[in-house]
Nanobody
């Protein structure tokens, strides 16, 4: 059974940084994709960043490009999201997703496995 476990959320002032981690367990091989999504209250879940595990190819939403960096530890089936220069608009619940097959790198429908989420709150 595949499980995704996020950690690293918290509260920070605007301009600060946070690093999120997500470990995928239960895979017999590496996932095809791992990615990060976020959902603010009253909003739909949106794709933030994802990575093709075998090639390392990354994708980012325009809203975080240049501020967030996704990276991986292939041995641990873990991805990280380094978030710098955080803005109040980055506030939300951040979810880690895992995908078995290629698809739209920032589309929720690509990902079949989800973690419980970790809260990120950015204050002004």
């Amino acid at each position: 059974q595949v499980e995704m476990a996020e950690s690293g959320g918290g509260s920070v002032e605007a301009g600060g940084s946070l690093r999120l981690s997500c470990e995928a367990s239960g895979y017999t091989e590496s996932p095809a994709y791992m990615g990060w999504f976020r959902q603010a209250p009253g909003e739909e879940r949106e794709g933030v960043a994802s990575m093709v595990f075998r090639s390392g190819k990354t994708s980012y939403s325009d809203s975080v490009k240049g501020r967030f960096t996704i990276s991986q530890d292939n041995v641990k089936n873990t991805v990280y999201l380094q978030m710098n220069n955080l803005k109040t608009g980055d506030t939300g619940m951040y979810y880690c997703g895992g995908a078995d097959a290629p698809g739209g790198p920032l589309l929720g429908e690509t990902f079949g496995y989800w973690g419980q989420g970790t809260q990120v709150t950015v204050s002004s």
